[in-house]
């Protein structure tokens, strides 16, 4: 019999002495259950979250104008670094990991491997997220959260900002009223101004939105006229109207457009008459394409 | 007491009774010490120390013990657990010496290998495969010394190890492959 042999001999009575001095009990059942149910709910909860992000990121991609970027944006780039929902992206990462690993932690969480819980916690998280987004909860969160950080502004308000800029031919507001002949319109911006719009220079798309009515932007030039001290509005030539509508949010649909409004103005259908002042306009044959294609 | 008994059931009568788990104690404080000297714990006084507090730890944790397991499985993890914080808090390395555990490995990788008449030819002394083994990362080691000289099973390195068992035949294969290029060149060839 070795030392050790003989040493072991008495390790069962050692044990028993320690566990009488330090009045070892174990541990009672709930205490693991408890735990275990903890990691469970943390795992889950992360999830969840990761999915309100996701339905926050998708509102976003889904909100910003792609196309449009080159009329908002000196280039793509940029555009991207101002549209890309990063934040919604780290969020929805962060509570992804923080799934996986509450998930990890559970009584059996090591037998799943890597790729079983993070793909089983990205793809809860996407499916619940779309879901979300389309009851219309991404944009209530990307506007409730999107407030409240220094950093952060909603989509819907960061885009307001790139269309409210009169100066480089950007405008965005409320059709308040239209000529019968569709030739003008009164528009509301965001922040309140009235602006009377020449539509001399819209075609058959452009028409059909204003006819519609509702929330519009409008790619053109402001017009620097000799107005009346008493004028309460400024005004706008329009090249090019385009319609906003607020996808993945609740109750955003627009009427149906006025059709003979629309059907009067069908001389005006072929794209190829805008005069030059229009073609001065960038990118003019990309925004031209935009609006025969219809957005 | 019924020695007879299962793991199992001694798990379920030490909960009502504690004298019962003396039974589990001496059932497994051989097997354990030598699992702690495989895993380089040298000196019997720590091993010693390591099993106390492992049994402590089980005693006092008997209640998450999931019958799902073995509670072999359960032990030696706890076992594991300890030793590893051990060599940390003692800043310690592991004193590995491979005896007659050297000749599984051998047999292991000799099966494994394409040319097995040069490794009967090329027989390694120990102090060489001892010398390779420690250079192995502590995973590659803990994989190599529960399969071959515990002989535990896939699911329960598992349990042991607390990883998926895709990742324990993942740590035996690249265990293998470090091990046979960390031997003397003739024999890793």
């Known amino acids: 019999m070795t030392p050790t042999d003989q040493k072991n001999d008495h390790l069962a009575e050692r044990v028993f002495e320690r566990i009488e001095s330090e009045h070892v009990t174990p541990r009672p059942r709930w205490e693991f259950i408890a735990k275990n149910y903890l990691f469970w709910a943390l795992g889950a909860l992360a999830v969840a979250l990761g999915a309100f992000a996701f339905s926050a990121t998708l509102f976003e991609i889904e909100n910003v104008d792609w196309r449009l970027s080159a009329a908002t944006h000196p280039n793509f780039f940029s555009f991207f670094l101002a549209a890309a929902p990063f934040i919604w992206i780290v969020t929805l990462a962060l509570f992804i990991f923080i799934g996986y690993v509450n998930v990890r932690r559970t009584k059996h969480g090591y037998r799943y491997s890597l790729v079983v819980i993070a793909l089983g916690a990205v793809l809860t998280s996407l499916t619940l997220g779309i879901g979300l987004y389309a009851i219309g909860f991404g944009g209530m969160l990307d506007e409730t959260i999107g407030t409240h950080p220094p950093f952060f502004r909603p989509i819907l308000v960061e885009e307001r900002s790139w269309w409210l800029a009169p100066e480089k031919g950007l405008l965005v507001g409320q059709v308040e009223k239209v000529a019968e002949d569709l030739s003008s319109f009164t528009l509301r911006d965001f922040l309140g101004r009235m602006w009377e719009i020449n539509g001399s220079n819209l075609r058959g798309p452009d028409l059909t939105v204003v006819a519609r009515g509702g929330v519009v932007r409008i790619v053109g030039l402001p017009v620097q006229e000799n107005l009346p001290a008493s004028a309460t509005s400024s005004v706008f030539h329009a090249c090019f109207v385009f319609p906003w509508e607020i996808r993945g949010g609740l109750g955003n649909r627009q009427p149906p457009p006025p059709l003979a409004a629309i059907a009067s103005t069908s001389e005006k259908n072929t794209a190829t008459v805008r005069n030059d002042v229009c073609k001065n306009i960038r990118p003019y044959q990309r925004l031209r394409s935009i609006d025969e294609s219809g957005l | ?189």
Not at chain 2, 14 to 30: G, H, N
Not at chain 2, 61 to 90: C, G, Q
Not at chain 2, 128 to 152: C, I, K, N, W
Not at chain 2, 165 to 176: D, E, F, I, M, Q
């Open chain 2, 1 to 189: 007491m019924p020695t007879e008994m299962t793991d199992e059931e001694i798990v379920r009568r030490t909960l009502l009774d504690k004298e019962t788990f003396v039974l589990l104690i001496e059932r497994y404080e051989a097997k354990l010490g030598r699992y702690l000297e495989r895993l380089g714990v040298g000196i019997p006084e720590d091993r010693e120390d390591i099993l106390q507090n492992a049994f402590i730890k089980a005693y006092k944790n008997l209640n998450s013990f999931d019958p799902t397991l073995a509670f072999s499985s359960w032990m030696y993890r706890i076992v594991h657990n300890e030793a590893m914080s051990f060599f940390r808090s003692k800043h310690a390395r592991p004193q590995i010496i491979l005896n007659e555990e050297s000749e599984i490995l051998i047999t292991e990788l000799q099966d494994d290998s394409a040319d097995a008449s040069l490794l009967a030819e090329e027989r390694l002394s120990r102090k060489e495969l001892t010398r390779a083994f420690v250079t192995l990362p502590q995973s590659y080691r803990d994989a190599l010394t529960l399969r071959f000289f515990e002989d535990r099973s896939y699911a329960e390195m598992s349990d042991i190890l607390q990883v998926p068992v895709g990742t324990v035949s993942t740590l035996l294969y690249r265990a293998k492959r470090a091990l046979r290029s960390a031997l003397p060149k003739t024999f890793s060839s």
